[in-house]
């Protein structure tokens, strides 16, 4: 979209702006944007961040906790983008498989 229209290009660069490190670093944002994504239920969005976490080999012990306070903030009906994070989590790198019981 970024290539048809001047004001996706725009919001894309204010999203690297965005997400890029500062005073919270880029895996706290990934994280809160994980969340946030859960909580509002958008599955693409949910797709999105769960890829940004894996690329960036974040911590599978912090992206949970961030699925269980999205959880907590949107309640049962987040259950379904739960199961989206989740499903990736499951078949990401190993960098970041199970190795403590859920």
């Known amino acids: 979209m970024a290539e048809a229209d001047r004001f996706f290009q725009q919001f894309g660069d204010l999203e690297r702006l965005v997400y890029a490190n500062g005073s919270l ?4 944002k990934e994280l809160m944007g994980l969340a ?5 239920r958008c599955d693409e969005c949910v ?3 769960m890829t940004r976490c894996v690329e960036l080999a974040i911590d599978r012990a912090k992206i949970l ?3 269980h306070i999205a959880v907590l903030a949107g309640g049962s009906l987040t259950f379904p983008q739960a199961r989206v994070a989740f499903r990736v989590l499951d078949d990401s790198v190993p960098s970041i498989t199970a190795t403590e019981s859920e």
Do not use: N
């Open 36 to 40: 946030i994504s859960i909580a509002t």
């Open 25 to 28: 670093d880029e895996h706290m």
């Open 47 to 49: 797709m999105y961040h």
């Open 65 to 67: 906790e961030s699925i």
